[in-house]
C-alpha cells in the first residue's frame, strides 16, 4: 500500500472514532481509593551482610551532605539513590527497619548496607554487630 493511500485510510478511521458517540461520552467516575493504604512496591531485594555506624561518626558529614545522626533511621548504600527508603529485615530474628539512604558504602567485602545505631538497636544489631538481612528498596 502506498503512503498516500494509508494515509487516507487512518485519516478516515480516526475521523469516524472522534465522530462516535462512545468517543464523545463522558468518563464514568472512578471510586476514591486511599492509596496511602497501599502497601509500597518493592523494586530490589537483595541477602546479605550488614553492620552498623560506629558512634565515632555521629555528626560527620555523609555522601549526601547531612550530618549523621546515630539516632535517625539512616543508612549507607553503594548504588541506592539517597533518598529511597530500604526495608532491612534481620533473617537471624526477623524484626525489621525501614531506612533512609542517606550515604555511600559499606566498604568491607560481603556487607550490604550499614544501618545507623538507632536501627540497629531496631533490629537487634548492636550485641553482634553484624548480622545476615534482607533489604527491600520501596517506592
Do not use: C, W
Not at 37 to 53: C, F, H, N, T
Not at 57 to 67: L, N, Q, V, Y
Not at 98 to 107: L, M, S, T, Y
Request: glycine share 8%; charged share 25%.
Amino acid at each position: 500500500m502506498a503512503p498516500k493511500e494509508l494515509l487516507k485510510r487512518l485519516a478516515a478511521v480516526a475521523l469516524l472514532v472522534t465522530a462516535s458517540p462512545v468517543a464523545q461520552a463522558e468518563p464514568e467516575p472512578v471510586a476514591d481509593i486511599p492509596i496511602s493504604g497501599l502497601p509500597p512496591a518493592v523494586s530490589l531485594i537483595d541477602e546479605g551482610s550488614a553492620s552498623y555506624y560506629a558512634l565515632r561518626f555521629h555528626g560527620r558529614r555523609t555522601a549526601s551532605g547531612e550530618k549523621h545522626d546515630g539516632e535517625d533511621l539512616t543508612a549507607a548504600h553503594r548504588t541506592l539513590p539517597f533518598g529511597t527508603n530500604v526495608r532491612v529485615t534481620n533473617l537471624r530474628n526477623g524484626k525489621q527497619v525501614v531506612v533512609r539512604i542517606n550515604d555511600r558504602g559499606p566498604f568491607r567485602k560481603g556487607r550490604i548496607i550499614d544501618v545507623s545505631p538507632a536501627a540497629a538497636r531496631e533490629i537487634g544489631l548492636i550485641r553482634s554487630g553484624t548480622t545476615k538481612v534482607r533489604i527491600e528498596a520501596l517506592d
